[in-house]
Structure formats: C-alpha cells, structure tokens
C-alpha cells in the first residue's frame, strides 16, 4: 500500500475533462513539490508535471496540476485517446528519506 | 538530444548475481544524479536510490538498502544496478532517469526487463 494514494481508475470521453487526486502526508505533499509522470502502455514513465504545476516543454497546457497542504490533483481538459496511459503523482518523504509514487490512476478514453 | 540507453533483458537463476546498465549521452554526465526506478509486473514505480556520477555520492531508498547496490563510471558515461544474489521477487522492468533538483526526473531509459527464474 502506498503512502501516496491514488485511486486506481478515472474514465472519460473525447473532449470531457478529468481530474485524479493523489493524498499524502505533512512529511511529502505538505513539505515538497509534487511531479506528475504519464506513462503509455509498454513504454517508459514521460515527465508531465513538476514543481505542482510546471509543464516541462512539450506537455499541452490541456495538462494542469495543483496542490493544497497534503493534496494535489492532476486535471485533463480536451480529454483525448492518446492521453490513455497510467499515471503517477510523485514526492520526497522527508520521514521516509525516499522519492515516493504512488499507486497509479489507469485513465481510460472511453 | 539527451539521451540514456540501457542494457538488454536479462534471464537470470535465484543466487545469481547481475550488473546492468545505463548510458547517458548529449548531456553533462557527471553533473547531474542517476536515479534506478523499479517496476514489478503489473505494479507501479518505486525509487531504489540515486548515484552522482562526479564523486560518486550514493544515496539508498532504506526500502531497498542492502539488496541493491548503485555505482558509477563517469570516464564511460554509464552507471550501473547490480545484485549480488538475485530473488524470484527482482522479476521487474529497472528504469534509470536523470535526476534533477527537487527530485525532478526529467529524462528516463527505455528500461530493462529482469527475469529470475
């Protein structure tokens, strides 16, 4: 079981928005930045988000983070097929003194 | 163009040991931390620790302390994950990613799939 929680599926259509939470701790989300990595089917995990809400270059602003005390969530607007992959909220623990995952929303375009 | 290319798929037997690989390249390899990612079959991502290639400063997930161990060669670009005595349970897909600061892990390998059977 992981110390960051994630639920384990989300589901929308084309062009829906959708959202996935990721709860933690004082000692990781209350403390640290969050980051957000999709990863594809069969493919490695790819750098969405960091700092919270930062998009590296190349992530579509369709892709929004946020975070509030031991909270963040991940936001998909124009929800589209290529978007359906797993994705992971990620911290540092300072109680743990590790980089943390948590267990993955499997985001299905329906 | 950064890049990390990482060795092939490995079969290995309970007891053995193995030492795969990562390269990094189009970056400045000693200058930035080397982090191993795990994933089990069908299971999600877990952080086995973290290498800087300059002077080779390890740290260790606790989690993972002693059954791992990470080292680095900065002259060939490569750092390395290796086990000494390997279990059914390191059956897993082993990511290396480029660290930056605040854990950021901005560039990942293309894995290598570990069988122990």
């Known amino acids: 079981q992981s110390v960051l929680t994630q639920p384990p599926s989300a589901s929308g259509t084309p062009g829906q928005r959708v959202t996935m939470s990721c709860s933690g701790r004082?000692?990781?989300?209350?403390?640290?930045?969050v980051k957000w990595y999709q990863q594809l089917p069969g493919t490695a995990p790819k750098l969405l988000m960091y700092?919270?809400?930062q998009r590296p270059s190349g992530v579509p602003d369709r892709f929004a983070g946020s975070k509030s005390g031991t909270s963040a969530s991940l936001a998909i607007s124009g929800l589209q097929s290529e978007d359906e992959a797993d994705y992971y909220c990620s911290v540092w623990d300072d109680s743990l003194e590790a980089v943390i995952f948590g267990g993955g929303t499997k985001l299905t375009v329906l | 163009e950064v890049q990390l290319v990482q060795s092939g798929a490995e079969v290995k037997k309970p007891g053995e040991s193995l030492k795969i690989s990562c390269r990094g390249s189009g970056y400045s390899f000693a200058n930035y931390w080397i982090a191993w990612v795990r994933q089990m079959p069908g299971k999600g991502l877990e952080w086995l620790g973290m290498i800087y290639p300059g002077d080779s400063d390890t740290r260790y997930n606790p989690s993972f302390q002693g059954q791992v161990s990470i080292s680095a060669d900065k002259s060939i670009y490569t750092a390395h994950l290796q086990w000494s005595s390997l279990k059914a349970s390191d059956t897993a897909i082993y990511y290396c990613?480029?660290?930056?600061?605040?854990?950021?892990?901005?560039?990942w390998g293309q894995g290598t799939q570990v069988t122990v059977s």
């Open positions: 700092n919270n809400n």
């Open positions: 990613t480029r660290r930056l600061e605040w854990e950021v892990l901005d560039y």
């Open positions: 004082t000692s990781n989300i209350g403390f640290n930045s």
